[in-house]
Each structure stands twice: as C-alpha cells, then as structure tokens.
C-alpha cells in the first residue's frame, strides 16, 4: 500500500463548503487587506488560546522575528536557541539583528536543557526561544523560572503545536508564543501565514506596526518597519478551519497511539516520548533507528513517504558555517545525534487505520537486520537516547480514543518538516562529519516534498 506523508486535499475535501465560502465573501467584499476577515480570525485565535491579543502576519517567521523587534531585540543582542529546532528559528533571530545561542537538546531529546541555557546565558542576552517541537511543548516552567531571575523574554516558538497544552494550560496562553499557518501545520492556511499572540496590548500594538510599514494611519510611519501583513484571504481560510482544529488534533492523538502499539515493542526503533506534564497534538510522530537511512530507504521501497525533521542541525548548516552560533561536529552532541536518527512517518487528521497498520508493518520488516535489532529488554524496544543506549526503554499504553496513559522516559521523539537542503549520512556510532547543501541524498534518491516551514 501506498501511504502519502500527508493528504492536504482530504483538508479541503473535508470542508469545501466551508473554505469555498469564505473566499467568495472575501473575493465580492473588494477588501483584501487588513480587513474584517482579520480582524475576526485575530480575536477568535486569541480566544482559543485564552489570550488578550493575536496579530496575524505573513508567515511564522514574520511573527518570531516581529515579537524579537516588538520586545526591542535587536543588534548586539543575544537570544537563546534550541540545537536541534527548524532553521526557521535561528533565521527568525538573525533576521532581527540579534545572535542566535544554541543550546543542546535536554537527555529526553524534547527540549532545550534548562541547566545549559543558564549557562549559555551572558550579559548580552535578552530573551530565550524555546520550541513545541512536533506538536509537544517544551517543559516551559523551568525556561520561565530562568528567565525570571535574568530579566529575560520568553517568545515561544510553538509553530508545530496549535491546541496543545503544558501542565493544563494552553499553548499559546503564555507571554509571547509565535504560531506557524504554513499549509501543513495542524492549522494551516492556503499559502503562508502567522501570528503572534500575547497579553501585552503594548507589544501587540507595537508589531501591528511593524507589520504593515510602521503605521497606524495609512501614510504616516511611525517607526522603520517591513511588509508582513496577512491578507483576508488566508484570514478566512483559517476561520473555516479553526473550529475543527481540536477535532482534528483528537485524530492525530489516536494515530499516535496506534503507532506506538503497534511499534513500541520493535527492537532497534524508538518510539515518541511523552512527558507527564504534556498533551501533544502530534504535529509529527517522529520514530529514532540508528540506521535511519537504510529505515527510510526500505520505507521508501515499500510505498511509504517519510521526512527528517530534521537531517541537519542550524549549527551545521552552511547558512551558519561563518557566524558564531556554527560550530564543528561533536559541538551539541545529542542534537547532532537525534539529526542523525530521527524519522518522520505518515502523520494526519485523515491517515486511516489500514494505512497506519501498514506503515508499522512496513517497519518491522524494514528493521529486520538494521543495527540495534535483535534481543530486548523486558521485550520492549531496543533504543537510544540521544546520549547513548537508553536504558529505560518504554512503549505507550495508550487506548485508541485518547492521550498515553503510560509516559516515557527514555527513547526520544521530536517531527517537523524541511526547507534546509541536508542528508544526514552519518555512521550509528557518530554525528554527521560535513555540512551538506544538496537536494537529494548522497543515492541520488528523491525525498517526498518538504512539510515544514514558518
């Protein structure tokens, strides 16, 4: 069976109605920006987030980069970054002004390591930039306790985590949190769009400006700004979609748990970790073999389209070879080793049970003989942390209709897609040793269309 990486049509076939509509009433009401669409969408989103404010802008990007502006960061200042996140991230800092500081990954693989970030934290730094990698947020409460003591801005890059929660609260209910409308997020528009949501009607007002040329009055410009305004159209596509978002979410939550049944106990591949604290929404389900290429090329083979998310960490990239946030192999070690393992399968509101029944069946036949395969512990799978052989190795009990039960403290997950240009070809026992830039993997093979963006 061919399963596809994800089905954006079954989206629209879902909602035709709904989405048809709503461009027409943009189309016959002659306003195409910054209009009631906008205006609508930002309250609503606000909302759902229980928030005060939303400004919608041009893509996640435009929103991490406007909150960094809007919060007065800029050159000469210093941000603090996770080592294993999207590009986007990093780019969204340097695009400020500021220097983007990267930390590693935290020994679960599921954030930054709050110890490293005190310690990457100078006289020069003014906010941290945590991730909701894959649709799992970031344990915030000790980003935040952190950031308290320095005096420092926390801007929440949760582009891949639309309707999850932390500790019962929602993402997007924090001080400043970024959000990602790119196409094949959990909420996604037609094209790009983001936003920045907060409860400071000061910093909201500040990046209406910056997004629409540093005015308030059409001609008179206030400050030096940019062009990062969301048109009506997008506006109205994500009002449509807004109100199946947590339906479509509760899909994804039994997708994973249908996964991780039928995986868990597959020696040599680790499955997704949740912390205690958090209710994901499975933006990816993002599987670790220590053999990721060979896993991905059998997968391929069998009809089944795969991601990395992501091959090549920022520090690595050839976009930060020559800026002092790059570093050589071995620099942030479990970042570089979750690049070299991790592995995105089909993930969606509409992926169907036979297609996730296959998939699974795919890579258990596929691990058969990859490195890591053989005898387990306690029957359960034989994986790796990202410091090493885990060795705690768990699966989720998770009924068919709900969150895991069972949480995980080994193996680690994270997912996301990929604009970077990178194949991680690196041996089981080590990171990657060049900076890549080629389209295709070193076997010439074409990977499936990127998901991933801001």
Not at 39 to 65: I, M, P, Q, R
Not at 165 to 180: D, E, M, P
Not at 323 to 328: F, L
Not at 408 to 427: L, V
Request: net charge negative; aromatic share 6%; glycine share 10%.
């Amino acid at each position: 069976m061919n399963v596809a990486f994800l089905d954006l049509e079954a989206v629209y076939r879902e909602l035709r109605a709904d989405i048809d509509a709503a461009l027409r009433r943009v189309a016959a009401s002659g306003r195409y920006l910054l209009g009631e669409e906008l205006a609508a969408f930002e309250e609503e989103f606000a909302a759902y987030c229980g928030n005060d404010h939303c400004v919608a802008v041009g893509s996640g990007c435009d929103a991490l980069e406007l909150a960094l502006r809007g919060l007065g960061i800029g050159p000469g200042d210093e941000v603090v970054v996770p080592a294993h996140t999207f590009t986007g991230t990093w780019l969204a800092v340097s695009a400020s002004g500021a220097q983007p500081v990267p930390v590693d990954a935290s020994p679960d693989g599921l954030s930054m390591d709050p110890a490293l970030v005190e310690a990457a934290i100078t006289a020069r730094t003014r906010a941290v930039m945590p991730v909701d990698l894959y649709g799992h947020p970031a344990d915030l409460d000790p980003l935040l306790a952190i950031a308290e003591r320095h005096g420092l801005a926390v801007v929440e890059d949760a582009a891949q985590a639309h309707g999850a929660r932390y500790r019962g609260r929602r993402i997007g209910s924090g001080q400043v949190v970024a959000f990602s409308f790119y196409p094949a997020k959990n909420l996604g528009a037609m094209g790009d769009a983001g936003a920045v949501v907060t409860a400071d009607a000061g910093l909201a007002e500040r990046i209406r400006m910056l997004r629409n040329c540093g005015s308030r009055e059409k001609y008179q410009h206030e400050i030096r700004a940019t062009n990062a305004r969301l048109d009506e159209f997008q506006a109205a596509v994500l009002r449509a979609k807004l109100p199946r978002l947590d339906a479509w979410n509760a899909r994804r939550v039994r997708a994973a748990a249908r996964y991780t049944r039928a995986l868990g106990s597959v020696a040599g591949i680790g499955v997704p970790v949740t912390a205690p604290w958090a209710d994901p929404v499975w933006h990816q389900y993002v599987i670790r073999c220590q053999d990721r290429d060979a896993l991905q090329r059998g997968l391929q083979a069998a009809g089944v389209a795969t991601l990395i998310h992501y091959p090549v960490p920022p520090h690595r990239s050839l976009a930060y070879a020559d800026d002092p946030a790059g570093g050589p192999d071995g620099s942030h070690p479990r970042a570089e080793r979750l690049a070299a393992e991790v592995l995105s399968l089909p993930m969606g509101p509409h992926l169907r049970d036979d297609e996730i029944d296959s998939v699974a069946q795919a890579v258990r036949t596929t691990a058969v003989g990859l490195p890591g395969y053989g005898p387990t512990q306690n029957g359960l799978a034989a994986s790796t942390s990202p410091d090493g052989p885990a060795t705690t190795r768990h699966s989720a009990s998770t009924p068919p209709d709900g969150p895991a039960t069972t949480r995980h403290s080994a193996s680690t997950s994270p997912d996301g897609p990929a604009t970077t240009r990178h194949s991680a070809s690196t041996p089981p026992d080590g990171p990657a040793t060049t900076r890549h830039s080629a389209s295709t993997p070193p076997d010439g093979r074409r990977l499936p269309p990127t998901t991933e963006n801001r």
